[in-house]
């Protein structure tokens, strides 16, 4: 049984769990049934949320109320402070994997670089002495922070770790699985930004990445100050709340007309057939990174539009 595993299973213990609701990211999707299985077979019940979930500031406490739930199961995020109803676990789900062949095969992406800052996310804590060592046994100076429960760990929007020892390296290197953490970083550094790629075996650049999405945002900020009539979204998610009121009348001195509209999920979708010139976003911060392509309304998040 692996460790993390059982710390988890330790917890749900300590509070008396009998029935569990299990959230889960989706890179976990394929694994998911027999978690569930191995949770079963450890005296629990339990019932997977298929909802998607990405993050710890997505608990779904009142869901797992209506359904007799007493405790949920986070897999694959760590506890940040969004209050919840019902006791919450998080288990890390750390995922093994080796980085070496990797470094060894893509180096000399790395050689410019004197001092190298390491970032990841919580899955792949235990690569980050494995990445030092290597670099450091080929003359590299390596610095890392610890900002969350682990050096060098981030999350997509916390990026302390990482920001914290901006001044003093050559690059940060991000080691991950796909851009989604590195994306989160090279937008909020000077510094080049490279992602070491557990699932391509690659290790690339994001400056071209990072010059599209800075385009979009700036096209979207030009856009923005003709708008006339402004959608601001917010999520009820535990660790999303943000009251709009106040960003409402701000707006509506500028001349602006207003409206506050809330969802679960934020999605294009739900907005089509809307008449509206702008979207401010107050829920997750990623949706004004990672999904700017999605929307064709231009979207900003509450700092880009300077308030």
């Known amino acids: 049984m692996r460790e993390d595993f059982k710390r988890a299973l330790e917890k749900l213990k300590s509070y008396k769990a009998k029935r569990v609701f ?13 978690i569930a299985k191995d949770i079963e077979a450890t005296g629990y019940e339990v019932v997977v949320c298929t909802e998607p979930c990405f993050g710890a500031c997505d ?16 897999i694959g995020h760590e506890d940040y402070g969004a209050e919840s ?6 288990w890390e789900y750390f995922i093994p994997s080796d980085p070496t062949p990797i470094l060894e095969k893509e180096f000399s992406k790395l050689e410019p ?17 494995k990445v030092k060592q290597f670099l450091e ?18 999350l997509g929007c916390q990026l302390e ?13 991000c080691i991950s699985a796909g851009k989604f953490y590195g994306l989160g970083l090279v937008l909020e550094t000077d510094k080049p930004m490279l992602c070491l790629d557990l699932e391509s075996g690659e290790i690339y650049d994001l400056k071209g990445l990072k010059k599209k999405i800075q385009k979009i945002i700036a096209w979207n900020k030009s856009q923005f100050e003709d708008a006339r009539t402004v ?50 976003n ?3 911060p990623r949706i004004g990174i990672d999904d700017l392509e999605r929307y064709k309304i231009p979207l900003l998040n509450l700092k880009q539009i300077g308030l």
């Open 22 to 34: 299990v959230q889960y990211p989706e890179g976990i999707k394929l694994r998911i049934q027999k």
């Open 59 to 74: 608990i779904r406490d009142f869901e797992a109320t209506r359904l007799g739930c007493d405790t949920i199961l986070h």
């Open 85 to 90: 109803d019902l006791p919450v676990v998080f």
């Open 113 to 129: 670089y004197e001092c190298i800052g390491l970032a990841t996310s919580i899955q792949f804590v235990d690569t980050i002495e």
């Open 137 to 154: 046994s080929k003359g590299k100076k390596v610095l890392t922070h610890t900002a969350l429960q682990h050096a060098a760990q981030i």
């Open 161 to 173: 770790a990482a920001t914290k020892i901006e001044p003093d390296v050559d690059c940060f290197l």
């Open 231 to 280: 959608a601001i979204l917010v999520s009820w998610k535990r660790g999303q709340v943000k009251l709009p009121f106040e960003v409402k009348k701000k707006l509506e001195t500028k001349g602006k007309e207003v409206y506050i509209f809330a969802m679960d999920e934020i999605t294009p979708e739900k907005l089509m057939g809307l008449k509206i010139d702008a979207i401010v």
């Open 282 to 284: 107050l829920a997750c």
